[in-house]
């Protein structure tokens, strides 16, 4: 890795669906060696897939989101490893699981529904019976104003902020 594959990965995970050509001319490489570049990247799952930024509400379908906070007994030899490959494979509803620190919780879901009672229905009937989840914690998330990097609120042009000292 250097500090051109760097580049191409920063320029990716902003928007991946950007024509070669663009990135070429953004990070002085021909279309061919970032075709290759990513490529590789790819192949060594640095590059692990590409996603959509969806605005759902947009579309058509509403969608509910909660963080939930997991206290967890951890296993004998495996730790948290077994629990967390088992949270994970329940799409679609898990977005993101974290291992996290610092606090009386362990970890950090995130996940979608149609509705609140949607996620209130996948916690109680999926998540909090598992034998190693000891308690749950559930944010409502009430309004999202960016995610993964993206700002997901349009301002009108000519709209100033409000500022003040």
């Given at each position: 890795?250097?500090?051109?594959?760097?580049?191409?990965?920063?320029?990716?995970?902003?928007?991946?669906?950007?024509?070669?050509?663009?990135?070429?001319?953004?990070?002085?490489?021909?279309?061919?060696?970032?075709?290759?570049?990513?490529?590789?990247?790819?192949?060594?799952?640095?590059?692990?897939?590409?996603?959509?930024?969806?605005?759902?509400?947009?579309?058509?379908?509403?969608?509910?989101?909660?963080?939930?906070?997991?206290?967890?007994?951890?296993?004998?030899?495996?730790?948290?490893?077994?629990?967390?490959?088992?949270?994970?494979?329940?799409?679609?509803?898990?977005?993101?699981?974290?291992?996290?620190?610092?606090?009386?919780?362990?970890?950090?879901?995130?996940?979608?529904?149609?509705?609140?009672?949607?996620?209130?229905?996948?916690?109680?009937?999926?998540?909090?019976?598992?034998?190693?989840?000891?308690?749950?914690?559930?944010?409502?998330?009430?309004?999202?104003?960016k995610e993964n990097g993206r700002i997901l609120?349009?301002?009108?042009?000519?709209?100033?902020?409000?500022?003040?000292?």
């Amino acid at each position: 890795m250097d500090a051109k594959d760097w580049l191409l990965l920063r320029i990716l995970e902003e928007d991946s669906a950007q024509d070669m050509s663009e990135v070429a001319d953004l990070t002085d490489l021909s279309e061919a060696e970032v075709k290759e570049r990513v490529s590789v990247m790819e192949n060594d799952k640095i590059i692990r897939g590409y996603c959509a930024s969806v605005d759902w509400e947009k579309a058509g379908e509403g969608v509910a989101a909660a963080t939930v906070n997991l206290k967890v007994t951890p296993e004998r030899d495996v730790g948290y490893d077994r629990i967390a490959e088992r949270i994970a494979r329940f799409p679609p509803q898990v977005c993101s699981l974290r291992l996290i620190s610092g606090g009386e919780y362990d970890f950090e879901l995130r996940i979608t529904g149609k509705n609140i009672q949607d996620i209130t229905r996948f916690v109680s009937e999926h998540i909090a019976p598992m034998e190693q989840i000891r308690e749950t914690a559930t944010i409502i998330v009430m309004k999202s104003y960016k995610e993964n990097g993206r700002i997901l609120y349009d301002r009108k042009e000519g709209e100033r902020l409000p500022f003040s000292f």
